[in-house]
């Protein structure tokens, strides 16, 4: 129903901060559960950071525990992933995803609608 559309990837130093945004160019993000995704050259997809559609509920991967926080802000038509403390390792193709089939307030685990993505490249 909706088509994501992602921004704010760029070329930024080690150590810096960055903060991506997602929106739906049609439809709204009120009834989605969302998340972000990324996928390095050579590797395959993986999951970054999941939040539930109220945005109490949110999981992480464990690698990017406590330096990336996924939010949602449904009035804006947003959801943010806000990266701290950035690695080489990070460089990767970042994208949104989300899917109206959950349950209950819980993150979902398979995603049926996603952006084009943004690239993000962090140099040593």
């Known amino acids: 129903q909706v088509h994501l559309v992602e921004s704010g990837g760029r070329l930024v130093q080690a150590g810096a901060s960055l903060r991506l945004s997602c929106t739906a160019s049609t439809g709204n993000l009120k009834n989605y559960a969302l998340a972000w995704f990324r996928q390095a050259p050579g590797k395959e997809r993986e999951i970054v950071a999941a939040?539930?559609?109220?945005?109490?509920?949110?999981n992480y991967a464990r690698s990017m525990e406590g330096r990336f926080t996924i939010s949602r802000d449904d009035a804006k038509n947003m959801v943010y992933l806000q990266m701290n403390n950035l690695e080489p390792e990070d460089t990767a193709v970042y994208f949104c995803?989300?899917?109206?089939?959950?349950?209950?307030?819980?993150?979902?685990?398979?995603?049926?609608?996603w952006g084009q993505g943004t690239q993000v490249t962090v140099s040593s």
């Open positions: 995803a989300g899917t109206t089939n959950y349950y209950q307030d819980y993150p979902a685990r398979e995603y049926d609608t």
């Open positions: 939040i539930s559609v109220s945005g109490a509920n949110s």
